[in-house]
């Protein structure tokens, strides 16, 4: 089992940053993949970024790209969301999620994925 738990979140000024973090228990967390996850009011939840378990492969939804950067520490079993230049779209409840790693194809749908954390609220005002 494995008990994610995420920080950071807050309300941003449009153009401005946060770093969310999702710290990680249980499970050996090295071996997982790592994804990040929103929902906004009214839609279902999408796929934002993920990253491998080596962390030698990062992957983001195109509308965040050259935005956000994924990363994580293995040492510390924390995996970290780097925000920039935030929009009001960014608006969103931000859900970590943890999946074992069933083939080598990187998993970008939540059915993909095993654990999650609570959320963590970013709302960004224009």
């Known amino acids: 089992q494995v008990q994610l738990a995420e920080s950071g979140g807050g309300l941003v000024q449009a153009g401005g940053s946060l770093r969310l973090s999702c710290a990680a228990s249980?499970?050996?967390?090295?071996?997982?993949?790592m994804g990040w996850f929103r929902q906004a009011p009214g839609k279902e939840r999408e796929f934002v970024a993920g990253i491998r378990a080596s962390a030698a492969n990062t992957y983001y939804t195109d509308s965040v790209k050259g935005r956000f950067t994924i990363s994580r520490d293995n040492a510390k079993n924390t995996v970290y969301l780097q925000m920039n230049s935030l929009k009001p779209e960014d608006t969103a409840v931000y859900y970590c999620a943890a999946a074992r790693v069933r083939s080598v194809s990187f998993p970008r749908n939540s059915n993909g994925y095993d654990y999650w954390g609570q959320g963590t609220q970013v709302t960004v005002s224009s």
């Open positions: 249980g499970r050996t967390f090295s071996s997982l993949y």
